[in-house]
């Protein structure tokens, strides 16, 4: 077996490989073999098919087999020998020529693409950078009170719906004439009043009772297509073409009378005896919520600080062969459309991907197993504490270790936390201005961010 590269430009090059007979030879008879010993054909008993139609019929395929097993073998071996930073997998050259008699095996040639990581140099910010941070001013916290105690409030039915009930309904789909559409749908929904946004579905909504109906237009009675389709089990591009109303008909009405604010409260929030006054529960929540907000701040600022990295640094890509690595381990047929509209996306996150791995590499940057188990629990414990559920020690390491079960999930952590580490060592270098915006600020540049 010969290999040998030669470099296209910094990002490309080839490896032609020229396998002899004796790279693969032993082991495509001993395949041959194997292969016989198991194949059935009508006329002979199992495992005494002669050796020569079995050949015949297979023999190309096995050879085909057998030599792709010796050439990745060979091309990952080169890889680690040389120490090749390679991005995807190495690829036949689209023009390759074969060099070889398949009916008469001998000695083969072919050629194989890689594409090559750019060296990533990091170089921080100069001016600094602005962190949007949530000030926590009363009206958050008047507002956190009053979901605290509608969530550990009462359930009623009212005689009525209100414009902050629960509707249990039944939708049925309608056709232009607002008759009931043949073969349209038919769901049971829940629609909770507080949450809508147009203000005539809400009020078509309220007075109404068990039995009454109501014709709307569906798109008002979700928050987004999204939800619109979790609601009435439809995909996104049934949600995007649904037109025409509903007709909406009440099966109950759920009312939630908020829990007084008072110590008994306060033991269902944060236990008891941990909070014994409205003062101290207003305090408590503030906290909470400064601890919610930061968490959120940072994770927003993580975002920009890899775009700024991405935008500053912008390591270049091997973009055409990036893209035929797409085409070709993607498990079904992309056309060429699909790709070039979803590559920008990729080729930023793989962007971002090398520079965190020159930081990892840089300051020598480490995920242990125990960080990923604890990374865990405090995901969980933040779930559970939503509810408030809280845990004890045993259930959350029995949880945790559930979960690390799940390889996936684990790396994915893993990544999580070397992510963290990354920002965490980029962010010590760099200058960084807080800007305190209230609530609404800061979730409208968040979205704008999104956009």
């Known amino acids: ?22 790279d693969y030879f032993d082991k495509y008879e001993s395949a041959l073999k194997k292969y016989r010993k198991q194949v059935n054909m009508p006329g002979f008993r199992a495992g005494h098919v002669p050796l020569g139609l079995v050949k015949k019929q297979y023999g190309k395929s096995i050879l085909a087999e057998e030599i792709n097993n010796v050439i990745n073998e060979s091309l990952n071996k080169h890889i680690v020998d040389n120490k090749l930073k390679i991005l995807g997998n190495p690829l036949p050259k689209e023009s390759e020529i074969v060099e070889g008699d398949w009916n008469n095996p001998d000695d083969f040639t072919f050629e194989y693409e890689i594409g090559l990581s750019p060296e990533v140099e990091i170089v921080l910010p100069k001016k600094a950078m602005e962190m949007a941070v949530v000030k926590v001013d009363d009206k958050l916290i008047d507002q956190q009170v009053e979901d ?50 147009d203000k005539k579905t809400i009020k078509a909504l309220s007075g ?3 039995g009454m109906s109501v014709v709307l237009d569906p798109h008002n009675i979700s928050r987004g297509h999204d939800d619109l389709g979790r609601m009435l089990d439809l995909t996104h591009d049934q949600v995007h073409d649904l037109k025409g109303n509903v007709k909406l008909t009440v099966n109950d009405v759920k009312r939630m009378t908020p829990a007084e604010i008072n110590e008994e409260l306060f033991a269902k929030v944060f236990g008891e005896g ?49 893209k035929r690595w797409i085409a070709a381990a993607n498990e079904k047929p992309l056309t060429q459309e699909q790709i070039d509209e979803e590559y920008p996306s990729y080729a930023e996150s793989l962007k971002w991907q090398l520079i965190q791995n020159r930081v990892i590499e840089q300051h020598e940057l480490d995920v242990k197993p125990e960080e990923v188990v604890e990374h ?27 979960a690390m079960t799940n390889r996936q999930e684990s790396q994915r952590v893993a990544e999580m936390i070397y992510e963290n580490k990354v920002v965490d060592a980029l962010k010590e270098n760099t200058k960084i201005k807080e800007k305190a915006l209230s609530y609404e600020d800061f979730l409208e540049l968040v979205q704008s961010a999104s956009k």
Request: hydrophobic share 40%.
């Open 1 to 22: 077996m010969e290999i040998s590269q030669q470099n296209i430009d910094d990002l490309n090059a080839v490896l032609t490989l020229k396998l002899s007979k004796e």
């Open 274 to 322: 941990n909070v014994s006054t409205e003062e101290e529960f207003r305090g408590k929540i503030k906290e909470d919520l400064e601890k919610m907000f930061r968490n959120d701040a940072e994770r927003f600022f993580k975002k920009q600080l890899a775009d700024k990295m991405i935008e500053d640094l912008n390591p270049p890509l091997p973009d055409e062969f990036l």
């Open 148 to 197: 605290m105690a509608r969530r550990f409030g009462k359930m009623s039915t009212p005689d009525s719906s209100g414009d902050k009930d629960m509707i249990m309904a039944t939708v049925v789909q309608l056709d232009e004439q607002d008759e009931i559409l043949e073969g349209g749908f038919m769901k049971d929904v829940t629609i909770s009043l507080e949450f809508l946004e």
């Open 376 to 402: 865990v629990k405090g995901m969980i414990t933040q779930q559970y504490a939503q509810y408030g559920m809280p845990l004890d020690d045993e259930q959350l390491s029995a949880m945790a270790a559930n």
């Open 208 to 210: 109404l009772k068990s």
